[in-house]
């Protein structure tokens, strides 16, 4: 079966400064790797995808995710935040059927 | 209109009523998920659809009972329904299967069904 860890409920960071967004998987098949984003009442959006290839992947808006196979990690980074970015972030995970598994989500607030 | 679209955006009923969400998707997917989001819990999967037919159905509450006529459309009927299944209801489609092989990109997400029971 597969799982996925957010370790981290609630992340505060000032604007302007580098983020990181944990997560870890657990599975004994290939996976394949997604970070979504969700604003207030909204649905959730795609923020970046590793199907294959690159092990380091971009979103069109600075953030950057790297599969680490041996860590078994899909960690969420962005070098420097704006408010705009306050939102909660989900991890998930697919093994190549129809099941998306989610993280419990990392719900990010920026000061200013 | 394109991507995953949901109605209504918000609903309250009586624990007595009977209503439906709808889910319609444009994205010529074959596969269709609802999920329940609630207040501090994770995002629990309800139904999932493929090709058409119900393939998950997580232990969920027989008054929820969804309905698929076809890949493009996918709905929610719900009685006689209780507080606590107020939340955010949450359409999803995803390519699904071409032939034996299920295609590994992501899912798209409605805005959502914001329900209150009251």
């Known amino acids: 079966a597969q799982s996925v860890t957010q370790l981290d409920s609630q992340v505060p960071v000032f604007e302007e400064a580098p983020v990181e967004l944990r997560c870890n998987y657990s599975?004994?098949?290939?996976?394949?790797l997604f970070w979504y984003v969700q604003y207030p009442n909204q649905g959730l959006q795609l923020l970046l995808k590793y199907l294959s290839g690159s092990t380091l992947v971009e979103s069109i808006n600075g953030f950057e995710a790297e599969f680490n196979k041996s860590q078994t990690s899909f960690h969420l980074r962005k070098p420097s935040v704006h408010i705009s970015d306050t939102a909660e972030y989900f991890c998930a995970v697919n093994s190549g059927t129809y099941k998306y598994i989610f993280g419990t989500g990392t719900r990010l607030k920026v000061l200013a | 209109e394109t991507g995953v679209t949901q109605t209504p955006r918000h609903l309250v009923m009586g624990m007595t009523n009977k209503k439906s969400l709808k889910c319609e998707q444009h994205l010529g997917h074959n596969a269709m998920y609802w999920y329940k989001q609630s207040a501090k819990k994770p995002l629990e999967l309800m139904f999932v659809?493929?090709?058409?037919?119900?393939?998950e159905n997580n232990s969920v509450p027989s008054r929820f009972s969804p309905e698929c006529p076809n890949s493009s459309h996918l709905f929610l009927h719900l009685h006689t329904l209780q507080p606590e299944d107020s939340a955010l209801y949450l359409c999803?489609?995803?390519?699904?299967?071409?032939?034996?092989?299920?295609?590994?990109?992501?899912?798209?997400f409605g805005q959502g069904t914001r329900l209150t029971v009251v």
């Open positions: 659809y493929s090709l058409e037919e119900r393939v």
């Open positions: 599975s004994s098949v290939s996976v394949y």
């Open positions: 999803a489609s995803s390519q699904g299967y071409r032939g034996q092989q299920f295609m590994n990109t992501e899912a798209f």
